[in-house]
């Protein structure tokens, strides 16, 4: 059992569509601390980080929306997440639009090589010149091994934070055209939803296992619209055909029996799009399978 440091990041700076800022009311709501309690663990719950909201930022640059606000958010992340680091234990960030995994994947890898599991719909490897929208929650995972603006490649301290050979996509099937041909040579391993369908999720979670091997330390990221909408209605840019209810349990089982996964990001839960807090509550459910609850 382990100490299970909370950290709430209530930021929608990242994109275009609010509610998400309401993601770590929701998953308090659905009684997170509570079921985490009952498995054993300690939970500390250090509040939420202060977030600008979008109404009262400009956008200077259309092609990274609310950058500079985005950048110091992430600093502060990066400083909760590496006090939270010093005390050891588990370590849960609460989104909030993916842009936060900036700082929380530079806190939890400073000194150290890491291994980073995303599971997310979306490959999220913009920069500024190739992203259609603007939005930096589709660009984390590119500003992590170094590409894209200096203020966010630099949070934390300089330079990249994961090599892409430690990087794992799985659950993708929504990819800009720009983007596609970027993570195409980039070095990063991507399971496609066709991967899932063709190899299982076992099958799955056993390779990405198998390439982590040498690897103590992994970092899980979970945007829940790699789920299918129809399980987790409550995100902000669902994508029909993702991760049954089942596929997504079965790999949080898997990696809790592996026991390498130190931290976790839980990330764009909607609940003004959500339905009585489904796809909260599914994400707290979630968290206790990787955090130990077993069937049997």
């Excluded at 913009?126 to 630099?154: C, F, K, Q, W, Y």
């Excluded at 990087?167 to 040579?185: C, F, P, S």
């Amino acid at each position: 059992m382990a100490t299970v440091h909370i950290v709430g990041v209530p930021m929608d700076l990242g994109q275009a569509r609010r509610g998400v800022d309401m993601g770590p009311y929701a998953l308090r709501y659905a009684e997170l601390g509570a079921v985490l309690e009952s498995l054993g663990h300690r939970v500390v719950d250090g509040g939420n980080i202060p977030v600008p909201v979008p109404e009262e930022e400009e956008v200077h640059n259309p092609r990274a929306r609310h950058l500079h606000s985005v950048a110091a958010t992430c600093e502060e992340i990066y400083r909760r997440a590496k006090a939270c680091r010093e005390e050891e234990g588990f370590v849960l960030f609460l989104g909030g639009d993916h842009s936060i995994s900036i700082g929380t994947v530079a806190a939890v890898a400073e000194g150290r090589e890491i291994g980073l599991i995303w599971v997310d719909a979306h490959g999220d490897f913009n920069t500024p010149e190739t992203t259609p929208s603007g939005n930096i929650h589709g660009m984390p995972v590119a500003v992590l091994t170094g590409r894209g603006p200096d203020a966010l490649v630099n949070v934390g301290y300089p330079g990249p934070k994961v090599q892409p050979a430690h990087i794992v996509l799985i659950g993708t099937r929504d990819l800009d055209a720009k983007e596609r041909e970027a993570l195409r040579h980039s070095g990063i391993t991507v399971f496609t939803m066709r991967d899932i369908d063709e190899f299982g999720m076992a099958a799955i979670a056993r390779r990405v296992i198998t390439q982590f091997h040498a690897l103590d330390y992994v970092h899980l990221s979970l945007d829940m619209d790699a789920l299918d909408p129809e399980v987790a209605p409550g995100v902000g840019t669902p994508v029909p055909g993702g991760l049954t209810y089942r596929e997504a349990h079965l790999l949080m089982e898997i990696l809790a029996e592996w026991g390498r996964i130190g931290s976790l990001d839980i990330v764009e839960v909607n609940p003004i799009l959500d339905r009585r807090n489904q796809t909260a509550r599914l994400a707290v459910e979630l968290t206790a399978s990787l955090l130990g609850k077993r069937i049997l």
